[in-house]
């Protein structure tokens, strides 16, 4: 304590030591100082009790605001820590008018002078704010505004994303005290603030408790929802809230102004439907037990109760597969990114199978929704949908197969990616817009087919040929390399001492050749008598042939 009091007494004279000073002023990075000194001191996890420690005037406000920022969280449960918070509120905003004070010395330059006065109107701000001293607040907090905006146009970029960053900080709580101060047009703002995910720390409890109070006046209005044809009544009020609502969660993911942002959206959306699941299950207990009591009751039909939960039901599973699609679409968008650092371990084939596989477990939940059974476009839709994400889920167990070098198992996958991706191609012609938000099958049919060739490329080229085995059909295996010339297969063989190139000796072939004609009308054919044509000479008998032989008739 006695060590404190001594540095307090150092900085409370800021004329002494004047031949030590440098030529330009006493500066002090005060907004700098205070972002890196929560960053490493347990802000960047909520802890602010590890920022209490001491760093002259400046950290004496940080270490009362800290505390009192402490509190604040535990006034949730303990709402006696309330007062407690406000005085350490005000403790801060003292010390730090101390170091505007002691800022006021010539000795300081222009810009730590803007800095204290800019930190001591966001200070006294806060008080006023807790205090809901809308007007004091505003005024407060627009000094504090009006300061870091001319402050981020004059120096440098570094320091202008601070200087930026506070303005962002505040302009929620300036917008909720001129609501509360009678601007109904602030909550437009807010509300868009929340789109873009703003109005973070102190201010989100109070935005959120806004937006629900204003959606409360709504829901009086609401008294039904129509849902695949059927009309069903809502009367329990944390319904209504969500319903009225669930169409701002949807705009604010849509305008997510980052992953980091949208993923909170997304658990924000999960949470209340999750919440608003619950208590119209309790009111289906309340309901099946009137219906034990009852005894003309329909048990056959689903209630309009049991409907609404199912439509719930079917609000969170889609939900769920739109939160892990846009988080497989960020993986894959880092996967084909080349790693910077190889210490790190980047994402891997294998987190998107995980994602993946939720993804179909969900729609294997939204096709036993009660009440949707015989609804056969919705089960047709769901069957769909299933077929597109097994796509590629089986796409990327193929790419984790790849990174081990096996890759006949990958061969085979892509095919089984294709025969996916033509089914959901011949299905969805029936379907017509329905399913527009659904990824586009065709891309992933032409990735499919570079990495096709890029994976026979790589087989081919790499040194693991031997243990492979063949993905075509066995018959191939004894064709020779002419006659499947279309069709890739490792064959170790072709770079052997006896390569099956072609059949040798051939096989005969049939050839045409000369015909060979025979007359077989001949021996039916009658020829006229030629008697009266041939000389007669055979009428002197047996002595005319003696004659003959010995020459007595030459």
Not at 134 to 159: G, P, Q, V
Not at 237 to 250: M, Q, V, Y
Not at 327 to 349: C, F, I, V, Y
Not at 366 to 380: C, M, P, R, V, Y
Request: proline fraction near 4%; charged fraction near 30%; include cysteine.
């Amino acid at each position: 304590m006695a060590a404190d009091k001594q540095n307090e007494a150092k900085v409370s004279h800021p004329d002494e030591n004047k031949e030590n000073l440098p030529d330009g002023g006493l500066g002090l990075e005060i907004l700098q100082i205070i972002k890196e000194s929560q960053q490493q001191h347990g802000l960047r996890h909520g802890d602010y009790q590890r920022y209490r420690y001491l760093l002259l005037v400046l950290m004496e406000a940080e270490r009362a605001w800290s505390y009192a920022m402490q509190l604040k969280q535990e006034a949730n449960t303990e709402p006696r820590k309330r007062f407690h918070l406000l005085a350490r509120l005000r403790k801060a905003a003292k010390h730090s008018e101390k170091l505007e004070k002691l800022c006021e010395s010539p000795r300081v330059d222009a810009k730590t002078k803007l800095e204290a006065q800019a930190y001591t109107a966001y200070l006294s701000g806060m008080v006023e704010f807790e205090l809901q001293e809308w007007k004091r607040a505003m005024e407060a907090f627009n000094k504090c505004k009006t300061i870091y905006e001319k402050l981020a146009s004059a120096f440098t970029e570094e320091l202008a994303v601070l200087y930026r960053q506070r303005v962002d900080e505040i302009s929620p709580n300036i917008r909720y005290c001129a609501y509360n101060i009678g601007d109904q047009n602030a909550i437009n703002d807010l509300m868009q603030m929340r789109l873009t995910g703003g109005g973070g720390g102190m201010m989100a409890e109070k935005l959120e408790a806004l937006i629900t109070q204003a959606r409360t006046k709504q829901a009086a209005t609401m008294s039904e929802v129509e849902w695949r044809g059927r009309t069903v009544p809502v009367k329990i009020d944390k319904a209504r809230i969500f319903l009225l609502g669930l169409a701002d969660n949807e705009a604010a993911i849509a305008q997510a102004a980052n992953e980091e942002t949208k993923e909170h959206l997304y658990e924000t959306l999960l949470a209340e439907c999750r919440d608003t699941i619950q208590a119209v299950r309790e009111e289906l207990k309340s309901e099946a037990k009137q219906r034990e009591r009852s005894s003309d009751a329909d048990s056959g039909k689903v209630s309009n109760l049991q409907f609404l939960h199912s439509y719930l039901t079917y609000i969170k599973l889609c939900t769920l597969v739109k939160r892990n699609e846009s988080m497989a679409h960020t993986l894959q968008a880092k996967l084909k990114e080349p790693e910077a650092d190889e210490s790190k371990r980047g994402p891997r084939p294998q987190d998107l199978i995980r994602l993946y596989d939720i993804i179909l477990q969900s729609l294997a939940e939204l096709s036993t929704l009660q009440g949707l059974e015989d609804d056969h476009t919705f089960q047709k839709e769901v069957s769909l949908k299933t077929l597109v994400y097994k796509a590629y889920r089986c796409f990327f167990i193929a790419q984790s197969y790849v990174l081990v070098k096996k890759w006949s198992e990958a061969l085979v996958l892509y095919e089984r990616v294709l025969k996916y991706a033509k089914e959901v191609q011949s299905k969805a012609k029936s379907f017509n817009n329905s399913l527009k938000d659904l990824p586009d099958v065709q891309e992933l049919i032409a990735e499919v087919s570079a990495e096709k060739y890029s994976l026979q490329a790589a087989a081919i080229l790499g040194s693991c040929v031997d243990g492979l085995v063949d993905v075509y059909p066995s018959s191939s295996s004894i064709q020779p390399l002419c006659d499947r010339l279309e069709t890739f297969r490792l064959d170790p063989t072709l770079v052997g001492k006896q390569p099956n190139l072609v059949q040798f000796p051939p096989d005969f072939q049939p050839i045409p050749c000369k015909p060979l004609f025979f007359d077989l009308a001949l021996n039916h054919v009658a020829f006229p008598p030629l008697d009266d044509k041939v000389e007669q000479k055979g009428k002197g008998g047996l002595t005319g042939y003696i004659k003959g032989i010995f020459g007595f008739g030459s």
